[in-house]
């Protein structure tokens, strides 16, 4: 059975909008979390290496979007494994 739990969230108000089946394997929830961390490392790498001119709040809010489902990604694995 689903046992959806809200991952950090990102609205002004502070409110859940998206949530983790924490239900699943451990090994899922990592797998998830970690194609999340990786998109957030590819994003500074094309950053770093880049010439582009970019608007700062919006590489911001992507950053904390990757960094934030990442995080609660690999909480709901760690709880998992307790």
Same mark, same amino acid.
């Given at each position: 059975m689903p046992? *959806?739990?809200p991952l950090p969230s990102f609205t002004p108000a502070g409110k859940p909008v998206l949530y983790v089946d924490a239900s699943q394997s451990a090994? !899922? +929830? *990592? !797998?998830?979390?970690?194609?999340? +961390?990786?998109?957030a490392q590819?994003?500074? $790498?094309? $950053?770093?290496c880049g010439d582009q001119q970019l608007d700062d709040s919006r590489?911001?809010?992507?950053?904390? $979007? +990757? $960094?934030?489902?990442?995080?609660? +990604? *690999?909480?709901?694995a760690f709880a998992q494994r307790r």
């Open positions: 046992d *959806y739990r090994l !899922e +929830l *990592y !797998e998830s979390a970690q194609e999340r +961390l990786d998109a590819q994003l500074a $790498l094309v $950053l770093f590489v911001f809010a992507a950053f904390h $979007l +990757l $960094l934030s489902d990442a995080a609660g +990604l *690999y909480e709901a």
